[in-house]
C-alpha cells in the first residue's frame, strides 16, 4: 500500500467517478448478478491507503450515492458503507501489512458483512431477495480485489 502522503484527492474523486459510472452501467443479463461492488471496494481501498483522504463520512456519502442510485430506502447502502469502512479504519495499520491473499480473505469477510447488512435490511422493509445468486458479488469482488490493489498502487507509485 501506497502512504498517505503521495495520494491526492482527485484520484480519489476520479476513481469513485468510475465507479458510479460501472454502477449505473447496464450489463448482459447472464453476469448482471455478478457484478463487483467496485465502489465498495474501493473505499476500503482508500480507506487503507489515505485514511486521511477517505474517512467515514467518505464512505457514507459513497453509500449515499449508491442509495441515489440504486437503493429502494434512502440510507440502507450508507449505513453499509459506514460499517464496513469503521472496520477497516479499525484494523487498518494490521491490514496493510498482510500479504495480499490474507488482505483479499479479510475485504472478503468485508463484502460478506456489507452483504448481510443489506440483506438484513432489505428483509426489514419488505421481502429480501434470498436466492444465492444474491451473494455472487461477494466472491467476484474479493477476487477482484488483489487486481485492484495492483493497479491503482502502481498508478499511485508512478505519479507523485
Known amino acids: ?72 430506502i434512502l ?9 464496513v469502512a469503521f472496520l477497516t479504519h479499525k484494523f487498518q495499520l494490521r491490514m496493510r501489512i498482510f500479504p495480499i491473499w490474507h488482505q483479499t480473505l479479510t475485504v472478503f469477510m468485508l463484502l460478506a458483512l456489507y452483504e448481510f447488512l443489506v440483506f438484513w435490511i432489505d428483509g426489514i422493509i419488505g421481502p429480501a431477495i434470498t436466492s444465492w445468486m444474491r451473494w455472487l458479488p461477494v466472491f467476484t469482488s474479493a477476487l477482484l480485489w488483489p487486481v485492484l490493489v495492483a ?6 507509485r508512478r505519479r507523485r
Open 75 to 83: 440510507g440502507q447502502h450508507a449505513i453499509a458503507f459506514l460499517l
Open 1 to 72: 500500500m501506497v502512504s498517505d502522503g503521495r495520494i491526492g484527492s482527485l484520484r480519489v474523486t476520479i476513481s469513485v467517478a468510475l465507479a458510479l459510472i460501472f454502477a449505473i452501467v447496464q450489463l448482459p443479463d447472464a453476469i448482471e448478478p455478478a457484478r463487483p461492488e467496485l465502489l465498495l471496494l474501493l473505499v476500503i481501498y482508500w480507506s487503507l491507503s489515505a485514511p486521511r483522504l477517505a474517512g467515514l463520512t467518505f464512505a457514507w456519502l459513497c453509500g449515499l450515492a449508491v442509495d441515489l442510485l440504486a437503493g429502494p
Open 151 to 156: 493497479v491503482l498502487d502502481t498508478l499511485n
